[in-house]
């Protein structure tokens, strides 16, 4: 009998993250979700991924460093993106950069462990300047340069909208990507691990890692989750929308999850978040209309809202773009695809799975004039 979806198997050993979906708990390297999130920078979660330790200041200080320093991006991608930003979506966009980057990596094909950890945090540094480039290109304004005093979700929104953030806002991003930063093995990150079973190289692996976070099923549903929003438009409006939705078997976005069997902990922050940013920016009817979504779902299915649901709304405050959201996902889950991919090439064995075969057998071959 296969596992359709194997949701039973244990596919990899990882000393990255754990959940306990029946409580709704998350873990990065044994630190719960709740005491990072809003306490610790994105930077500081790359250096646990990476290093399996929080960092000191002194180690904070040169990986923030490093990652300021291989901001910007090749003249190869400067060049290929005014194409993308005409021609692509933002997903897709990512997908290509990320594979176009291994092109002008200085540690080329060096397969070390040392090489491979610069070569994540490249990645990491250089991902938010490709998206935020594509952004300004695709609108007709002028391409931002990284701003080198600028902490690395502050000089995000400094790139995409060309005026330094506030302190709230930068702050709301960087929470943001600590909670997307990691999530043990969702479709995208075991597809990354699969990739670097063969041995093959870090962009190759993250490539594909991307493509999978793309679909609908997994890293789309905040902008499904945003675009919802706006169709409900008002509070009063969702209860007739959601039930209308279910009744044609329809999924709701945002909602449902393949691990966790109550309320997802980072929903619970961005739930808080999203009141508070909505608040702070005037734009409060997309918070209420989320919470009347979250009540009928509930009332009507059982089901818990996930990451996706509550993020929607707090990157809408922030004036992100909707079709950018997914992309921002990918952004924060660099940190976790890239650590997940040193983890699997340090004690490997490639991933080959079986299948059942429920064809036909033993048939007769007939020449082709015959059949
Ligand atoms: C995340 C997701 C793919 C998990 O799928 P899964 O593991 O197959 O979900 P489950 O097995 O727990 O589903 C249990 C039941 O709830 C239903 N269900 C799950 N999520 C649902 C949703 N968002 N809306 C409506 N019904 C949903 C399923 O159809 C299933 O119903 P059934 O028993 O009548 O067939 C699924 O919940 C989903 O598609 N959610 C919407 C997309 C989304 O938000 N993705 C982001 C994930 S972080």
Do not use: C
């Not at 939705?245 to 449902?256: N, S």
Request: negative net charge; without cysteine.
């Amino acid at each position: 009998m296969t596992d359709k979806g194997l949701r039973e198997i244990v596919a990899a050993e990882t000393k990255l993250a754990d959940i306990d979906g029946q409580a709704g708990r998350l873990w990065y390297v044994g630190y719960d979700i709740h005491d990072l999130a809003g306490r610790t920078s994105y930077e500081e979660v790359v250096y646990l991924l990476h290093e399996l330790r929080l960092p000191t200041q002194a180690e904070l200080d040169g990986l923030t460093e490093f990652l300021v320093e291989e901001r910007k991006v090749s003249h190869f991608l400067e060049d290929l993106m005014p194409t993308l930003a005409q021609q692509t979506s933002p997903m897709s966009m990512l997908r290509t950069s990320v594979s176009a980057a291994s092109a002008y990596d200085p540690d080329g094909w060096d397969r070390s462990d040392e090489a491979d950890r610069r070569k994540a945090l490249r990645l990491i540094a250089k991902t938010p300047t490709m998206l935020a480039m594509y952004h300004r290109l695709r609108t007709g304004q002028e391409i931002v340069q990284p701003h080198p005093k600028l902490p690395h979700a502050a000089n995000f929104l400094y790139m995409l909208h060309g005026v330094e953030p506030s302190q709230e806002d930068a702050e709301v991003l960087d929470t943001t990507f600590v909670l997307y930063a990691e999530h043990t093995m969702n479709a995208s990150t075991f597809t990354a691990r699969i990739v670097a079973s063969t041995l093959s190289d870090m962009f190759s692996a993250i490539t594909a890692a991307i493509s999978a976070l793309k679909g609908p099923l997994h890293g789309g549903a905040n902008e499904e989750s945003m675009k919802m929003l706006e169709e409900v438009g008002s509070p009063e409006a969702a209860a007739g929308y959601v039930r209308e939705l279910l009744a044609g078997h329809e999924k709701v976005m945002g909602f449902g999850h393949a691990v966790y069997k109550t309320m997802d902990p980072r929903a619970t922050v961005l739930k808080a978040l999203s009141k508070e940013t909505g608040e702070r920016h005037g734009d409060t009817p997309w918070y209420e209309i989320s919470e009347a979504i979250e009540r009928t779902v509930f009332e009507q299915k059982g089901l818990y809202p996930n990451v996706d649901f509550y993020a929607a709304s707090v990157y809408h405050a922030l004036q992100i773009p909707t079709d950018l959201m997914t992309p921002i996902f990918a952004l924060a889950r660099m940190a976790g695809w890239t650590a997940h991919v040193r983890e699997q090439y340090a004690d490997n064995r490639v991933i080959r799975p079986s299948s059942e075969y429920v064809g036909p057998r033993d048939r007769t071959w007939v020449p082709i004039e015959e059949r």
